[in-house]
């Protein structure tokens, strides 16, 4: 009697259950919300639009009711602006921007450097007092400011403007870049220190190059302050030292206000600060991200 061999296993097929659908990227909600955001970036943006456009009108187009839309652009009034006496205005903004936002950079960072790392007892008094010079409105003071100038003889000079801007700029400079000193690591700090570094040489060698971007944005910021400051420079300039938005008000005459004309001269004096802007943007966008994120 032999016995039969059982019969091989079959493994059950495997059942293929079907994926569900992958879901749609986005929906109405998001949708809505970027469409939204364009639309009030529009708005904001919307004036700074309207000068340019109205730069590349005649001045009689510039002038009607409503405003024309279509027309044939033309750079007449870019050309009277610069055939003017333009350059001279902008190249004491350049002046007046330039030397206040450097000496600003080199006054605020040792401060912001020292109130960081080493800060006194009542540190958060010390920068109160800082910007609290923020808060003094300014008509309170050009009379003084004024008198004091004439009596040195500093009217109608770009570095009396030189030094009211570094003034006017240092207090924020120095809480914008004690925060980015704060965000620095504090085991970076004190590895340069055990190497033997001194502290002006962990400032300078190890601390900036890390901040970069921080000391970018600071330095930006100073710099749109200084170029549209238009309250000192109206007050204590006539020709010799007289800034971009000086030249600008002259516009404004008793004959009537040329449209065309102060829409260019605007384009022009925004352009430096839009191209450095422009320039340092990633500089920017990491400068002012800094310490938001913890």
């Known amino acids: 009697m032999t016995a039969t061999a059982p019969a091989p296993r079959t493994r059950p097929a495997a059942v293929h259950t079907p994926r569900p659908a992958p879901r749609r990227r986005g929906n109405v909600g998001g949708t809505a919300l970027t469409v939204l955001t364009w639309a009030i970036a529009l708005v904001f943006v919307s004036p700074a639009l309207w000068m340019v456009l109205t730069a590349f009108k005649t001045e009689g187009i510039a002038q009607t009711d409503p405003p024309t839309l279509l027309f044939q652009p033309t750079l007449d009034q870019f050309r009277n602006v610069v055939g003017s006496d333009f350059m001279p205005y902008v190249g004491n903004s350049l002046i007046a921007t330039l030397a206040s936002t450097a000496l600003v950079l080199l006054l605020g960072t040792p ?61 924020i400079a120095v809480w914008m870049l004690r925060s980015f000193f704060l965000e620095v690591p504090a085991g970076v700090v004190e590895a340069a220190r055990m190497e033997g570094a001194s502290l002006p040489r962990v400032l300078w060698s190890v601390m900036l190059p890390i901040m970069a971007p921080g000391v970018a944005a600071t330095a930006l910021i100073c710099m749109i302050f200084s170029w549209n400051e238009f309250f000192f420079a109206v ?23 040329y449209w065309a004309q102060l829409a260019a001269a605007a384009t022009l004096a925004s352009l430096p600060i839009v191209v450095i802007g422009w320039t340092a943007q990633r500089q920017l966008v990491r400068g002012l991200s800094m310490g938001a994120v913890k």
């Open 235 to 257: 007050n204590l300039t006539a020709s010799q030292a007289a800034t971009v938005p000086v030249y600008l008000v002259g516009f404004i005459t008793s004959e009537g206000l």
């Open 111 to 171: 401060a912001a450097y020292a109130l960081s790392i080493r800060p006194v007892k009542r540190t958060k008094d010390v920068l109160f007092f800082f910007i609290s010079t923020k808060m003094l409105p300014l008509v309170a003071v050009v009379v003084p400011i004024y008198v004091a100038a004439a009596e040195v003889g500093m009217l109608d000079n770009i570095w009396t403007l030189v030094v009211l801007y570094t003034a006017m700029n240092l207090p």
